[in-house]
């Protein structure tokens, strides 16, 4: 191993180091250094180094069978370069010095960027001590704590058992569970240096019912983070009571009309609407892109004045929770409206060199071959002051919206989202059961409307894509009332 505080270009090939490869640890300081120290010396304004390893399962039980078992394992590493406003990134699954070192100077070169001088210096970038949240939070030992694929089908069959039990006309049952444990190691030229591992599981249960022409299809899923136990610990019977009772209702149930309604919005994943309308244009790539409305809207009025968000990676064991970003930067809560009025944006640090606006933790990605992007979090509306009766009583005829399906937005904030379970609001009280109930809106409209929020705030788990791949979100509310909205049905 090279020891000299500064080298010169023509060493670089003959240098040779060992960090651990089964660990990302305080081993990887002097490689990482000076390869930082190569991409500065070469012209770059920052460089950085996102490693990863990554070990997947998931499970699949159809009926009274498992039909599907996937493993997956990768192993490698990102490198971004920023000069000026521009960037590139560049991944490689070869973690060696000299695999790094090629990656590295191809990413520079896309940049017009060269290296020094064969005697030009290359002074190697001082790296803060790490920073090891696995270590510190004792993360070390939780893939080996999760459950067995004997524990996983054996769940999993248990689950579809209860639904088959639960409900009538049962066409088909599903059940499924991943667990997705991941080691990362960040390192930049600013001296960031950083490491965590990450343990996020979920399972999904679906139920499909069916008598003669009468169909419907309930589905609800849970999500945790740094949770070994987390399947073991799933009330798979609490939720086949829920679906079976939503399948009942669902059933038989009238279509919706279609028209403008008021409406009462469930919590929990209710709070998907506010994601996919206004979450995603807080974003700082909504604003590289020009495709936000709220740009140039900070300090001003966009919601409601009973309306409050936040986005955050701190609630305990939350889907979205992260104890740093994919940047290396601490999680932190971001107030983004307050009373109405814009607060934050959620910016990673490209958006901040591109945009201006201050980095707040949202850098994420779904692997190592993607760039870290502004993405939310635990995102929700804050609970408000009325309780669930002053939100129905205000409405004399209206749309109960107790559970949300899936739905598509457009780069701008307009959205349609399916209902999978709803119920017609009359004179202020919950009566019928309707289906085919379809919201179709646009962002700025929306945020407006919501007038009022109770005070039982719950959230659930999610999935987003967006430029830097898919990763796991939390959406949130109270039940909130809604003045005003399309209703797309029959």
Known sequence: MQNSTLLLTKELPDLTYSPLLDRFDESWEAPLSTLLGLGRAAGADLVEFFLERNNFLSCLAEDDRITGVSPRLSLGAGI????????????????????????????????????????????????????????????????????????????????????????????????????????????????????????????????????????????????????????????????????????????????????????????????????????HLLETTAIETKTTPFAEKKGEKIAHENLTAWDEGLSDKEFGTIDMDDEGMPAQRTLLIENGVLKNFLCDRGGERKTGHPRTGSGRRQNYTYAAASRMRNTY????????????????????????????????????????????????????????????????????NISMSSNDIGLAAGFCGSVSGSVYVTVGQPHIKVDGITVGGR
């Open 381 to 448: 509306i804050a609970p408000g002051d009325y309780s669930i009766d002053d939100l129905f009583a205000s409405i004399d005829r209206g749309l109960y919206c107790k559970k949300m399906g899936g739905g598509s937005v457009g780069d701008t904030g307009q959205f349609n989202f399916a209902v999978q379970e709803a119920y017609l609001i009359e004179n202020g009280k919950v009566t019928k059961p309707l289906k085919g109930a379809t919201l179709i809106g646009e962002a700025t409209e929306i945020m407006n």
């Open 80 to 279: 971004r370069v920023f000069k000026g406003k521009a960037d590139c990134y560049v991944s490689t699954n070869d973690l060696s010095f000299a695999g790094l070192r090629t990656a590295l100077e191809k990413a520079l070169s896309i940049l017009g960027l060269q290296l020094p001088s064969p005697v030009g210096f290359i002074p190697p970038i001082n790296l803060e001590f790490l920073r090891d949240y696995a270590t510190k939070k004792e993360k070390e030992n939780w893939l080996s704590e999760c459950s067995s694929m004997q524990e996983m089908g054996d769940i999993l069959l248990a689950s579809n058992a209860q639904l088959l039990k639960k409900a009538n006309h049962v066409q088909s049952r599903r059940s499924s569970y991943f667990r997705d444990w991941q080691e990362v190691m960040v390192a930049a030229s600013d001296g960031t240096f950083a490491r965590d591992v990450r343990l996020t599981q979920s399972q999904i249960s679906f139920l499909l019912c069916a008598d003669g022409e009468n169909r419907c299809s309930i589905s609800k899923r849970g999500g945790n983070t740094s949770r070994p136990d987390g399947l073991r610990t799933w009330d798979y019977e609490t939720d086949a009571e829920e679906i079976a009772e939503s399948a009942g209702q669902m059933l038989y149930a009238d279509y919706v009309e279609s028209g403008r309604y008021p409406l009462v919005m469930a919590n929990q994943f209710g709070g998907v609407i506010f994601h996919e309308a206004c979450g």
